[in-house]
């Protein structure tokens, strides 16, 4: 299997969910009450961090491609001028 890089929007996403569905089974579970106000400012506020984070790998993979292609152009072996 081919190891891909890390999505952290779909990320934040997932774990977003995954913590929301265990605190309304706990709440089912327990009688305990959520204060529904508190779910909608919480989704926002992991979605535009993990959109965020996203955003800042891309940045930095951007600037590694861009590195490695001005390497890979400076180290080229086929001369520029064929009469040099």
């Known amino acids: 299997m081919r190891q891909h ?3 952290y929007f779909s990320l934040a996403a997932g774990l977003l ?3 929301l569905g265990v ?3 706990v709440s089912a579970a327990t009688g305990w009450q959520i204060d529904g106000r ?4 919480t989704v926002l506020i992991a979605l535009g961090a993990g959109g965020v984070a996203a955003s800042l790998a891309a ?3 951007q600037q590694n491609d861009a590195q490695a292609l001005a390497t890979a152009e400076s180290t080229d072996s086929w001369p ?3 009469f040099a």
Do not use: H, Q, Y
């Open 80 to 82: 520029t001028d064929p």
């Open 23 to 25: 605190l309304f089974a």
């Open 17 to 19: 969910f995954t913590v």
């Open 5 to 7: 890089e890390t999505d």
């Open 59 to 61: 940045s930095k993979r």
């Open 38 to 41: 508190w779910i909608a400012p």
